[in-house]
C-alpha cells in the first residue's frame, strides 16, 4: 500500500512539474509570434481565403487560373476573419489573397473618408504597405450591408439604414462577435443616425444560414448580410440601401505580395475582368443552393468564361 | 507584452466587471447553464442507468449508444439543432445534454453491476421487494460511481459550455469568440483562464460530494488491501465487478 502511495505521489509530481514547465514556456515568449517565416521557395505562390464560403471559391478560382498559367500554387484556405490573416498578408508569407477594397480600407485606415468605388480604390492603393498592391478590381461586390426582413421592412417602411430611427420595437442586432466592434456596427447606428439597439445576439456563422434563420424567425430583427448571399432573395430579406456610405464599396480585388510577377498579374487581372456582380451571386447561388464544392464552381465557371 | 500578464490584467480590470458583459455575471450565466444542462441530462440518464444496472437488460445497447453519442460533434449538433428550432439556448441545452448523458449513464449502471451480487442475493432472501433492493441497496451501493460520472460529466460540460456563445448571448465563451476575432488574445485567455478556475471549483465540490455522500462501509476511494474482505467493496476507479474472492 505505501509503494501505491509512493508511486502515486511520483506521478502526481511529474504531472505538476510538467504543468509548471509548460507553462513557463507558453509565459517567457508571445505564442503567436512566430516571426517572418517564408514559405521557402520562390516559384511557388501561396494564394489564401478568408474563412467564408465566397472568398473560397474566389481564391480557388484565382488557383486554377495561375495554375493553368503555369505557377506552382500553395493553398491556405480558410485562415479566418481579416484580424487573423492581415498580418500575413503584411509579413508577406501569403501572395495572392481576395479581399473587398472598402472593408480592407477600413480595416488599414479605420478614419479613411471611403465613397464611390473607385475612390474607395484609390484610397486603398495609398493605404496599402509596402511590399502589399493589389491588381484590377473586378466588378463584383460582396458588401456589408444591414439587412431585415421583408416583413418588418413593410411594418415601419424602410427604405434606408437611416429609416430604422422609425421602429418602435426593441432592435436586436445578430452577427460575428466582431461586428460588436466594427466601425459601421451598433455604436455608429446610434452615433449617426440615433437608432436605439436593444441588444446584441452573437450568432458565430458569418451571415450564414443561422443568421437568415434568426432573421426569418424574427429572433433578431437587423444582421449582416453580405449583398452577394443567394439568401438575400431567397428569403424574403432586404439589405437597407446606404446613401451615407456607411459601409465603403466592397469591390472583390486581388492583394498580391512582389512574388507575383506581371504575367501572374495578367492572368488574375484576366479573371477580375470577368467577375461581374451577377456572376459572384451565381457562385455562390451554386455553393449555398446546390453545394457544389469550391473546386468544381471553380472549374466550372472558369472553363464557361474561356478562362482555362 | 507578456500574454499571461496580459490575461490577469484583462481579469482584474475593474472596467469588466460593470455591464452586461461583466465577469460575475458571465461566470453565473455559465454556472447555471452547466447546472441546468447536468439536471436535465441526469434526470435522463440516471433513471434508464438505475434501469440496465438493476435488470441487466440492454446494457450492451447502452454501451453502443453512449459511444456514439460521445462521437458527436458537439458543435456540429448544435448548428444542426440551432437551424431547426433557431438561435437562442435551447440549442446548446440539446447539444450539451447529449454530451453529458454517457457518463452519467455509464456512472449510473456500473454502479449497480459494481455491487457484489451475494448482497443483492441477500437482500432479496430476507424479503425485500425489487424497488426496496433498488433503494436501499444497488442506490447507495452504486454512489461512488454515480458521482464519478456526474463529475466526469461536470468537467465536459463545463469546459464545452463556451460553444453556448456560438447562437447565444450567454457564458463564459463570449470571451472567447470575441476576443479570437477582435484578436484581443488578452481577453480570449483571460476567458479561457476563467473556464479553468471554474471547472477546478466544481471538482473540489464533487471531491468533497464524494467523500461525505457516500454511505459508511462503501468507500469511493478504498484500495486494494483496505480490509474490508467481508463487506461490499467498491472502487471508484474500477468499473469491473467485484470478485467473489478477496
Known sequence: ??????????????????????????????????????????????????????????????????????????????????????????????????????????????????????????????????????????????????????????????????????????????????????????????????IEIAGFTPVEDNGGPLTVKSLVDNKIQLANVYTADPNISSNNLVALDDPDGLFFADNVVPVVSDKVDDGAAEIINAVSAKLTADTLVELNSQSVNDQAAADTIATDWLTKAGLL | MNLFASAIDWILDPANYVGLNAIPLRLAQHLLFTLVTLVIASAIAIPLGYLIGHTGRGRSLAVMTSGGLRAIPTLGLLTLVALWVGIGVVAPYVALTVLAIPPILAGAYTGFEAIDRRTVDAARAVGMSELQIVRKVEVPLGLPLLIGGLRSATLQVIATATLAAYVADIGLGRYLFSGLKNRDYAEMLGGSILVILLALVLEGIFALIQRFVVPRGVSGRAGPGSGNAGRPSISANLPERSTAIR
Open chain 1, 1 to 194: 500500500m505505501f509503494t501505491i502511495t509512493r508511486g502515486r505521489l511520483a506521478l502526481v509530481s511529474a504531472v505538476a512539474v510538467g504543468a509548471v514547465v509548460a507553462l513557463a514556456g507558453c509565459a517567457s515568449g508571445d505564442p503567436l509570434d512566430e516571426g517572418n517565416s517564408s514559405s521557402g521557395d520562390t516559384d511557388t505562390l501561396v494564394v489564401g481565403s478568408q474563412d467564408y464560403y465566397s472568398n473560397e471559391i474566389i481564391a480557388e478560382i484565382y488557383a486554377q487560373a495561375l495554375e493553368d498559367g503555369g505557377y506552382t500554387v500553395d493553398r491556405q484556405f480558410r485562415i479566418g476573419q481579416r484580424e487573423a490573416y492581415l498580418p500575413e498578408i503584411e509579413g508577406g508569407s501569403i501572395d495572392v489573397f481576395p479581399e473587398y477594397t472598402g472593408s480592407l480600407l477600413q480595416a488599414l485606415k479605420p478614419d479613411a473618408a471611403g465613397g464611390t468605388a473607385d475612390e474607395t480604390y484609390t484610397q486603398l492603393q495609398e493605404a496599402l504597405p509596402d511590399g502589399v498592391s493589389v491588381l484590377d478590381m473586378a466588378e463584383a461586390t460582396d458588401q456589408n450591408s444591414w439587412t431585415v426582413t421583408q416583413a418588418f421592412a413593410d411594418t415601419y417602411g424602410l427604405t434606408d439604414i437611416a429609416s430604422l430611427s422609425k421602429v418602435t420595437e426593441p432592435i436586436t442586432v445578430g452577427g460575428n462577435s466582431e461586428l460588436e466592434t466594427r466601425p459601421y456596427g451598433p455604436t455608429a447606428l446610434k452615433e449617426k443616425y440615433g
